[in-house]
T-cell receptor, first 118, second 112 residues
Framework: EPEVTQTPSHQVTQMGQEVILRCVPISNHLYFYWYRQILGQKVEFLVSFYNNEISEKSEIFDDQFSVERPDGSNFTLKIRSTKLEDSAMYFC????????????????FGPGTRLTVT | SQQGEEDPQALSIQEGENATMNCSYKTSINNLQWYRQNSGRGLVHLILIRSNEREKHSGRLRVTLDTSKKSSSLLITASRAADTASYFCATGLYSSASKIIFGSGTRLSIRP
């Protein structure tokens, strides 16, 4: 069964450094998402992406964050200058269906990248 | 209540028993989804119920939605050890096309 993959599984970086988290969505999916989960807290939406454009982003997704689909298979999340509070598990997700008036579609999540900022 | 609050926070039952988890939300939704998360792993989509639906089944899962009470329940029948996980409801809002808002989850433990 096809699945979303993410690399690396764990990334340790120093405060102020740039990190790029990588995701390979399911191959026939066209809608992509990033979420994060700070330890012990809820899963939070960061951004949705379709047709090489951001569809929607949350208040968390400030100028320090960017997303890109550099080729036909990868979807990346870049954090330009990491802060201690960026430490979290970052989940990539994709969906085959798009956003409709019936609401957001079911999404398929990757296993996550644990980012630790020291 | 906040958007997407599960109840109870933790539930421990004997294998073979049924498990019921509830979700309450504040703002009107267009759909509600349930996800499972095994410890340290990603989220797995279980079921999606639209705001005009009242009940949905998938295998041993039964989800109900009561929009008048702004609540949903997830019933797992004949629980198995492999059902041990955290279960989250996630709501889709009319104000947002793509974003889903997750609740804080119910930690379900199945005792052998």
């Amino acid at each position: 069964e096809p699945e979303v993959t993410q690399t690396p599984s764990h990334q340790v970086t120093q405060m102020g450094q740039e990190v790029i988290l990588r995701c390979v969505p399911i191959s026939n999916h066209l809608y992509f998402y990033w979420y994060r989960q700070i330890l012990g807290q809820k899963v939070e939406f960061l951004v949705s992406f379709y047709n090489n454009e951001i569809s929607e982003k949350s208040e968390i997704f400030d100028d320090q964050f960017s997303v890109e689909r550099p080729d036909g298979s990868n979807f990346t999340l870049k954090i330009r200058s990491t802060k201690l509070e960026d430490s979290a598990m970052y989940f990539c997700a994709s969906s085959r269906e798009g956003y409709t008036t019936s609401g957001p579609p079911e999404q398929y999540f990757g296993p996550g990248t644990r980012l630790t900022v020291t | 209540s906040q958007q997407g609050e599960e109840d109870p926070q933790a539930l421990s039952i004997q294998e073979g028993e049924n498990a019921t988890m509830n979700c309450s939300y504040k703002t009107s939704i267009n759909n509600l989804q349930w996800y499972r998360q095994n410890s340290g792993r990603g989220l797995v989509h279980l079921i999606l119920i639209r705001s005009n639906e009242r009940e949905k089944h998938s295998g041993r899962l039964r989800v109900t939605l009561d929009t008048s009470k702004k609540s949903s329940s997830l019933l797992i029948t004949a629980s198995r050890a492999a059902d041990t996980a955290s279960y989250f409801c996630a709501t889709g809002l009319y104000s947002s096309a793509s974003k889903i808002i997750f609740g804080s989850g119910t930690r379900l433990s199945i005792r052998p």
